[in-house]
């Protein structure tokens, strides 16, 4: 038999409503810095154990987005992504619609739907400074880099941020560029360097020049498998989204000088300067002075950051923000790629990412 204040009390229980506790994402996770003052990139590295990093990328993408856009790169480290599989899950979880490798400048294998292999060039030889696809009218704007398998010893992936490299440029050679543009000059079917069928991804000629005329890019038909353009872009470009200018390009990358010299004096015994796989140029067609490419580079040495390579990081950055090179190594080295956010420069737009 109940007394009355059993019944009170019970009563009372009755009458308490449950609680919700919400957990936002960023409480499952910690932000850090490679190294005191160093801002890029953001590491990102889970909190607690067993974190599932799909279900928290999708709850956090819109915080992913103010990252990486005020930062430039995210590093995310230690994150449970084992596979190439979970790389691209996790990939679509921030940017849905992964894009295809489109008119390419360097051999990669494909691996997973849109997921590629980084560069496949010789171990010893780096890779310049570039923003990905800054040669073309059409550029990603995000690009993920999955480390499978870092290097036994070197294999970094240095970046530099655009709006520091343009600030540390000579005002007057920025001005140049502004003025002038670059121009990249490039030839297929010579023997060296890519097939047109292979940058293209197709066999049919008449889809080539389609893509040219709509790109605006210069073509000839040098014969029945040779193909040179010519192609005139900004390298200082404002960025869609903050609006801020920053240095896009390509132009110390495909000049020749950023080959070793005894590349250089085969190609150039074999080829006459038009015909060399690829070259840069103002957009007037004038040579670039070799003192400009060299503060070119010197800026993003200045500016560059890079770190060791561990299993799982997966490194995002913002192809117009950031910029991005590779560095010698030993050993087997597997690092993926993935582009997202196709952004049309002509029309001012992007694709649907979502």
Not at 105 to 116: C, D, H, K, L, N
Not at 236 to 257: K, N, Q
């Amino acid at each position: 038999m109940s007394t009355d204040k059993e019944d009170s009390s019970f009563s009372r229980f009755k009458s308490i409503k449950r609680k919700t506790v919400t957990v936002s994402p960023q409480s499952l996770v910690k932000d850090s810095y490679l190294e005191p003052g160093l801002t890029l990139p953001l590491v990102i590295q889970p909190e607690i154990e067993r974190l599932n990093p799909i279900t928290w990328a999708q709850t956090a993408r819109h915080e992913i987005e103010n990252q990486l856009l005020k930062h430039g790169a995210i590093l995310f480290r230690d994150f449970d992504i084992d596979t190439v599989e979970k790389f691209e899950q996790f990939a679509k979880a921030i940017s849905p619609a992964l894009i295809k490798y489109h008119e390419r400048s360097s051999p990669r294998t494909e691996v997973g739907e849109s997921i590629y292999t980084s560069t496949d060039y010789p171990a010893d030889q780096s890779i310049h400074f570039h923003n990905e696809q800054s040669y073309t009218p059409s550029w990603p704007m995000k690009i993920w880099f999955y480390c499978k398998t870092p290097a036994q010893e070197g294999g970094a992936t240095p970046i530099a941020d655009g709006r520091k490299v343009l600030s540390t440029l000579d005002p007057k050679i920025v001005e140049r560029f502004r003025q002038k543009k670059v121009m990249y000059l490039r030839n297929y079917g010579d023997g060296m360097g890519l097939t047109w069928e292979t940058a293209y991804q197709t066999t049919n000629k008449a889809d080539v020049e389609d893509y040219c005329r709509k790109s605006s890019i210069s073509f000839e038909w040098k014969d029945e498998k040779r193909l040179r353009t010519r192609q005139i872009f900004d390298t200082v470009v404002r960025h869609p989204r903050s609006g801020e200018l920053v240095w896009f390009e390509h132009t110390a990358f495909f000049h020749i000088s950023s080959l070793s010299a005894a590349v250089q004096e085969v190609l150039r015994a074999e080829f006459a300067e038009e015909d060399l796989p690829f070259n840069t140029y103002y957009g007037d067609g004038t040579p670039i002075e070799n003192s400009v490419l060299e503060e070119i580079r010197a800026a993003y040495k200045q500016h560059a950051v890079a770190f060791p390579w561990q299993k799982r990081d997966l490194l995002l950055i913002d192809n117009v923000l950031v910029s991005h090179s590779r560095q010698p190594f030993v050993g087997p080295r597997e690092i993926l790629v993935a582009m997202a956010d196709l952004y049309h420069s002509r029309t001012q737009s992007f694709a649907a990412s979502s």
